[in-house]
């Protein structure tokens, strides 16, 4: 999912705008967009960051930084070129989404047989961000026209949309992705910002005022905050923002990331039975896990691993397999002296297609001569491939997939898994143990090394726990990755 910000003042917002945006990089590896106005001239500006961060691609763009303006948004997209700027039939505006549309090419095509034309296009795709607008373009107004889109639309998509009147804030109708309002007054100016992450403008000086409901549409200016749309009831917020994709100091409905890992890492020690020498978390978004680990089991915490962090990204976001396995080869540099002969306690956010897990970091450990090697990822096996965000895409990728694949030698359809997401079953059990066998084979085949005398465990947190740890009940939260359940068809099961 892409990071989207926008803001408004009664002074130049280029810096805010700026570095708001910037702290969105966690989210999306492939464009970073500006667009801004002062009433008058809107200008824009979108750079590849696939080799080169936001700051590098900005700072070296003279033209725009000389530019001045009180209105702007921003983008860090995980695949589209944005923003864009399209002319709709009530104005021209420019725009940015952070989501993912499912259908897209059954629409794209809807589109193009009524003589619609797209110009945005990558690998035989339509950019998302011009599907939303040809189909926000066939309402009466603009508010008239969001609803259209959502109406059309499988999957999730929440919009900031500069005019230059003012801004537009669009909720995905369900809330998968958040969308949160903040402001901040100096020297008699009023500044409102709206933001995927609250993390974004901490250190700009705004102040968190509420979040968006799902399906909410509001008008910022200066001057006023106006509701265009009331929210509605049916929030289903993205509980992998929690687990992974949301950036630790972030709040989603006034819920600390940090305080939902730490308290995810404690359960995980309650629950486990295992004698370790040290816990440790793959950086980044493991290590709080292990702290909370530590806090309850009193285990030390030794970093085993580090991130060696400028220039690479989250091996998870990026599309190409090939780079994934680059950075996850490059990024996490052993300590040997900490793990020779160790009993180690690994805590993941999750494990989604393995691949990296067995074929790098494990290896690393086995190669530094680790004994034991027990991991503990932060949520349960993930079972099918997410329709709300540009994530995983196919079930076949999916680690827990390919193992009951193995098991059986076929593919199981979706109506067979019910037995392998109870984890007190019978058959649960034997899925972990095949998925332990899996991973000790390929990880140690690949260290050159024999598995006698070595010890590998795998435990998941269950999603009983993995949902009490964000305080959210579950009925506001997507599961559908775990558990399959559909958020716009199935509630609590």
């Not at 989603?252 to 404690?266: F, I, Q």
């Amino acid at each position: 999912m892409s990071g989207i910000v926008g803001i408004v003042s009664g002074k130049d917002c280029l810096d805010d705008l700026f570095y708001a945006t910037d702290y969105h990089s966690h989210l999306g590896t492939e464009y970073g967009g500006l667009a801004i106005t002062d009433g008058e001239r809107l200008v824009r500006r979108v750079h590849s960051i696939k080799k080169a961060q936001f700051k590098a691609r900005f700072f070296q763009d003279i033209d725009f930084q000389t530019f001045k303006g009180n209105k702007g948004i921003g983008v860090i997209s995980d695949r589209d070129f944005q923003p864009l700027i399209p002319t709709l039939r009530f104005g021209e505006y420019a725009m940015v989404g952070s989501g993912y549309i499912y259908n897209q090419d059954e629409l794209a095509r809807r589109l193009i047989g009524e003589g619609v034309v797209f110009s945005e296009t990558r690998n035989g795709g339509v950019n998302q961000i011009e599907l939303a607008a040809k189909l926000i373009n066939k309402g009466n107004d603009l508010v008239d026209g969001i609803n259209y889109m959502n109406n059309q639309i499988e999957g999730s998509m929440s919009l900031i949309l500069l005019g230059r009147e003012g801004i537009y804030a669009a909720r995905a109708k369900y809330g998968h992705t958040p969308l949160v309002l903040g402001e901040k007054e100096e020297e008699g100016n009023k500044s409102r910002v709206v933001a995927f992450e609250t993390t974004s403008y901490k250190n700009l000086g705004f102040f968190t005022k509420r979040f968006l409901g799902p399906n909410e549409i509001i008008f910022l200016d200066a001057e006023k905050e106006k509701q265009l749309q009331k929210p509605n009831n049916e929030l289903q917020l993205c509980t992998f923002l929690f687990v992974y994709t949301g950036f630790p100091t972030s709040e989603y409905e006034g819920k600390n990331v940090t305080a939902y890992r730490e308290a995810s890492g404690r359960i995980m020690a309650k629950r486990d039975d295992v004698e370790l020498d040290w816990i440790s978390g793959v950086a980044d978004s493991g290590s709080i896990y292990a702290d909370g680990y530590a806090n309850e089991s009193h285990v030390p915490i030794a970093p085993v691993t580090s991130k060696y962090g400028p220039g690479w990204q989250r091996s998870y976001t990026p599309p190409s397999q090939r780079i994934r396995d680059l950075i996850a080869t490059m990024k996490q540099v052993s300590s040997e002296e900490l793990i020779r002969e160790k009993r180690l306690g690994i805590t993941e956010d999750s494990i989604v297609r393995g691949t990296q897990l067995m074929n790098f970091y494990l290896v690393k450990l086995w190669k530094a001569g680790a004994k034991e090697i027990h991991i503990r990822p932060a949520c349960p096996a993930l079972m099918w491939p997410c329709k709300n965000r540009f994530a995983t895409r196919t079930k076949e990728e999916l680690f827990a997939r390919k193992i009951l694949k193995e098991m059986h030698g076929r593919w199981l359809e979706d109506n067979e898994l019910g037995a392998y997401l109870d984890v007190n079953s019978q058959q649960y059990g034997e899925m972990i143990g095949a998925m332990e066998k899996h991973m000790k084979e390929i990880s140690l085949s690949h260290a050159g090394l024999s598995p006698e005398g070595r010890r590998l465990s795998l435990r998941y947190q269950t999603l009983e726990n993995t949902l009490a740890s964000t305080g959210l009940p579950k009925e506001k939260l997507c599961t559908s990755c775990w558990d399959g359940c559909d958020p716009t068809k199935c509630k609590t099961k």
